[in-house]
């Protein structure tokens, strides 16, 4: 079995942290979200993979490589515009062809892998195997609707939803799914929906089974959808500290610390918290629980909660930041306390603050 792993697309809905980068390699738990995928596709016993690359793929084959460290061989595929899964899974048809495999969109994350998905097509003989779950917002989603236990109808996010069920974005697939994905037309999105393609095989009265999902999954589509997926991750954080803590400091709950780094005093760290590599953290600095603060930052003054905090970041300010996101090489600095009060921006396109 092959795996067809997703990572295309313009992430409008997470600028402006994706104007300079592709959002897959955004970090949850300091770990790029493509490499959850990845991990997940090697534990369900899947070694070749194939790399559905977009018009943003900077950084994705310098991160990836030829997936030796994740016990994969990777092919990288080239979808210059973001048409669909169905597209994908066309343009990718040499690699794909004359094995089952599994697509998996990137930017999803399941906290039980996906092994069930292979074991059901495998013990049921499946056409298809697709995941779902119950969600509060379906319209966001690809919808399932089930009479008797099977599928008799899917559609791709509905503005009136007839069922709560969305599909999850992994899906099991053999041979006969290149002929249904070449009979279906654009939607009025302009994509060959993969919706459209399972109905076609449902309508070719092919095997098209479900696996309910177990456990947490998330979509990482909305910058309030990380932040969600970082305190999921962090909830199964194993304590370990390999930086250097001073005396005074407060560690509290479940908390890792990287190589090289710095807690200075009169600091408080309250888990879960993972805080990266050559990172000086102090003095003065609250950490509270579910942050993760990236490699070669340094924070001095300031309270932070529930956040993501990247790369090569400085934060010199005695002030709180909650429920944010700060991208790489950012600073945030406060002016001298005796000037009149005000703040200072510069803000990309869509963002959101909040002062």
Known sequence: MKGLLLAGGHGTRLRPLTFTGNKHLLPIANKPILFYGLENLARAGIREV?????????????????????GLKVTYIHQPEPLGIAHAILIAEDFLRGEPFVVYLGDN???????????????????CVIGVTPTKEPQRFGVV????????RLVEKPKQPRS???????????????????????SWRGELEITDAIQTLI?????????????WWKDTG??????EANQLVLQ?????????????????????????????????????????????????VYIGPYTSIGDRT????????????MNDVVIECNRRIVDSIIGNHTTIIEHEKNRPRGFKFILGERTFASI
Do not use: H, W
């Open 164 to 186: 709560n069920l969305a599909l999850v974005g992994v899906y099991v697939f053999n041979d006969s799914v290149f002929e249904a994905c070449r009979r279906i037309r654009p």
């Open 145 to 152: 609707e089930m009479e008797n236990g099977r599928v008799v």
């Open 222 to 227: 909305k910058p309030e959808d990380l932040l």
């Open 50 to 70: 194939g790399i559905i690359l977009g018009p943003i793929k900077e950084g994705i084959v310098e991160a990836v490589g030829d997936g030796a460290r994740f």
């Open 109 to 127: 994350l399941l906290k039980k892998g996906i092994g069930s998905f292979v074991k059901l097509f495998e013990e049921k003989q499946s056409d």
């Open 298 to 309: 340094r924070i001095v003054g300031a309270e932070i909660e529930n956040s993501i905090i």
């Open 236 to 284: 199964e954080l194993e304590p370990c500290t390999k930086g250097s803590v001073e005396e005074g400091v407060v560690v509290t709950g479940n908390v890792v610390i990287g190589e090289g780094t710095v807690v200075r005093k009169e600091s408080t760290i309250r888990g879960p918290v993972v805080i990266g590599r050559d990172c000086e953290i102090g003095p003065n």
């Open 203 to 215: 309508d070719m009265k092919k095997r098209v089974d479900v696996n309910f999902v177990e456990g």
